[in-house]
């Protein structure tokens, strides 16, 4: 599995191919999320537990078990939103082909450059390396969707762009009628990056 994550940062669409076909791929792809996620949880626990021992910033502190819990929530549930957002936009407006679970597994692997998010401990150079692992990220994110739903370079963008914006306007939708209208942000947040 660590060359397969290896090959998913590297941009190789050999691999994002291989795992859009292989329906065995979906339990590994659902693990690197949840790696990708406890990782996240983890700099959220740390972010605030830091927060807290700020006497400026401590009475906005969240609860550093509260944080944890919800990053890995958040990266599963906005892995799956997004991943199901992708597969609409892409079959509706441009007829692609694919299916769901092509999309969960490609849209899986692509979170891999967040495992980096490990670093973001490190002082100055930590937050460097959290923004070019997001960055990459979304390069990832491009790639695994190109390829599972078999699109040029300009489609592909214009869905991402559209799952974008479904993803936000669902958000104030759902905002607006459950008072949760962080939901969308960070189902973005969960396929992008923190």
């Known amino acids: ?17 291989q795992v859009e076909v292989d ?3 979906s339990t590994n792809a659902l ?17 605030a537990l830091t927060l807290s021992a700020n006497p400026n910033a401590a009475a906005f502190a969240p609860n550093p078990i509260s944080a944890f819990v919800g990053a ?18 892409g079959t509706r407006v441009y007829h692609a082909t694919a299916t769901p679970g092509e999309l969960l597994r490609t849209l899986g692997y692509a979170q891999a450059p967040k495992l980096l998010g490990i670093l973001g401990v490190i002082p100055i150079l930590g937050g460097i390396i959290v923004l070019l692992a997001s960055l990459w ?15 040029d370079n300009t489609k592909t963008l214009i869905t991402v762009i559209l799952g974008v914006v479904a993803v936000v306007v669902l958000s104030i939708i759902v905002g607006t009628v459950l008072g949760i209208g962080a939901l969308g942000v960070g189902a973005l947040t969960g396929a992008f990056g923190r």
């Open 1 to 17: 599995m660590i060359d397969k994550l290896i090959r998913a940062i590297r941009l190789d669409t050999t691999l994002y191919n």
């Open 23 to 25: 329906q065995t791929e």
């Open 31 to 47: 693990i690197v999320v949840i790696l990708v996620s406890v990782l996240g949880g983890i700099g959220a626990a740390l972010a």
């Open 72 to 89: 890995i929530i958040n990266g599963v549930l906005g892995w799956i939103i997004w991943s199901y957002v992708v597969y609409f936009v």
């Open 137 to 151: 990220t979304i390069v990832t994110t491009f790639i695994a969707a190109r390829e599972a739903l078999d699109l």
